[in-house]
């Protein structure tokens, strides 16, 4: 079975500051993909970043870092300097064989000005 | 990039009817199609699979005979909620996928509320 956990409900900084958000996966597949999403008010998800399970590079855009080590099984992801915008809900996924997508809790971030 | 659109972007219907909701790829074939169903401050939480052509898979606990879904091309796919009641109320959301491919296409979600 596949499972996805991400243990912060809610996250609340104040802007400037960075924040990480913890994504611990379980899965029995040797090929497999994990994202990050982020979901505003809106509801629209937005796509951030995909990485598989082969490539445990860490990733850099902008703000935004990504650390993957499949010893640990974790994906987590960082906002360096972050600003009331980044306020929004951010959901790490998991996709294996059978091509399903399932998703963590997700983690509310409250960015204060 | 593939787009994924739905119709309607939201809609309010009364408690006994049923409702379509449509999922498009717009620029690609989409072999499979998820549909996903959220509410408030949860996750999304996977309702149904569709393969073009193919009666839909079901996750556990969701009622096929309530949640009609039809993929009858490679680029839509649609869910009907039949005999709708306050409890369906709710955010769906479909996905597309291409064959072989892992990656999937969210579309912007649809939020149905039962009066």
């Known amino acids: 079975a596949q499972k996805v956990t991400q243990a912060q409900t809610e996250i609340s900084v104040v802007e400037k500051e960075d924040v990480t958000l913890d994504c611990v996966y379980e899965t029995r597949d040797t090929t497999y993909y994990l994202f990050w999403y982020k979901q505003p008010p809106s509801g629209e998800l937005v796509f951030l970043i995909r990485r598989n399970s082969f490539d445990e590079q860490n990733e850099i855009s902008g703000r935004y870092s990504w650390n993957f080590q499949k010893s640990t099984s974790s994906f987590n992801f960082t906002i360096t300097a972050s600003q009331v915008v980044d306020s929004a809900v951010y959901f790490c996924?998991?996709?294996?064989?059978?091509?399903?997508?399932?998703f963590g809790a997700g983690t509310r971030l409250f960015v204060k000005a | 990039g593939a787009v994924v659109s739905q119709h309607p972007s939201w809609v309010i219907c009364k408690s006994g009817t049923s409702v379509k909701i449509e999922c498009r790829s717009l620029?690609?074939?989409?072999?499979?199609m998820f549909w996903y169903r959220q509410f408030p401050k949860q996750s999304l939480m996977l309702m149904a699979t569709?393969?073009?052509?193919?009666?839909?898979?079901?996750e556990q606990g969701v009622e096929k005979d309530k949640f009609l879904i039809n993929h009858a091309s490679l680029t839509l796919s649609t869910l009907t909620v039949t005999s709708a009641h306050p409890e369906d109320s709710s955010f769906y959301i479909c996905?597309?996928?291409?064959?072989?491919?892992?990656?999937?296409?969210f579309g912007p979600g649809t939020r149905l509320t039962v009066t």
């Open positions: 620029d690609f074939q989409a072999t499979t």
């Open positions: 996924a998991l996709s294996g064989s059978g091509f399903k997508t399932i």
């Open positions: 996905s597309a996928r291409v064959a072989s491919a892992y990656e999937q296409y």
């Open positions: 569709s393969n073009e052509g193919s009666k839909a898979t079901y």
